[in-house]
């Protein structure tokens, strides 16, 4: 094993334990939060612990924010504990871009809307991008990663 992929196996078995740690609440988000390389996302104002948080990353304007299940480059569910979660992509390569994150309050998989088409969950994007009369371009909602460690906070709307 060569000394960069033993460093890399190293890094990664030490964001493991720090990810345990946090799970079973040996350790608080700020401790876990920047012990590895990657984006991290803490999901602000969820209004409650039902259902479960969707966060999508895009690397491009194909896709975003709708179809992120064919566009995003990673997507991530996760449930919703005392209503706090929290997103974690690790080891993403420097680029530009883009999130968006759903609170699927009923688990279908999707953001529900009204008859207008008007969110009935809580959604919100990165950058601060808001949704007016519809959800915001990829250049409104995307930010630079230089490879390391970005911790960001996502307001979700309702």
Not at 14 to 33: R, V
Not at 50 to 74: K, M, R, V, W, Y
Request: glycine share 8%; hydrophobic share 40%.
């Amino acid at each position: 094993m060569t000394s960069v992929s033993k460093s890399r196996l190293d890094r990664r078995l030490s964001c493991a334990a720090a990810a345990l740690l946090l799970w079973t609440g040996y350790a608080t988000i700020a401790s876990a939060q920047g012990a590895c390389a990657g984006i991290h996302i803490k999901i602000l104002d969820i209004r409650n612990s039902t259902g479960s948080i969707a966060c999508a990353l895009f690397d491009s304007q194909e896709g975003f924010p709708i179809q992120f299940l064919h566009a995003a480059t990673n997507v991530m569910v996760i449930k919703i504990r005392d209503t706090q979660a929290r997103c974690d992509f690790e080891d993403i390569p420097p680029g530009n871009y883009a999130i968006a994150v759903v609170h699927d309050e009923n688990m279908n998989g999707k953001l529900d809307s009204n008859r207008l088409g008007i969110p009935t969950e809580g959604y919100g994007f990165s950058n601060g991008a808001r949704a007016l009369l519809s959800a915001p371009s990829f250049s409104a909602a995307s930010f630079r990663h230089d490879g390391g460690t970005l911790n960001l906070s996502i307001r979700l709307r309702y």
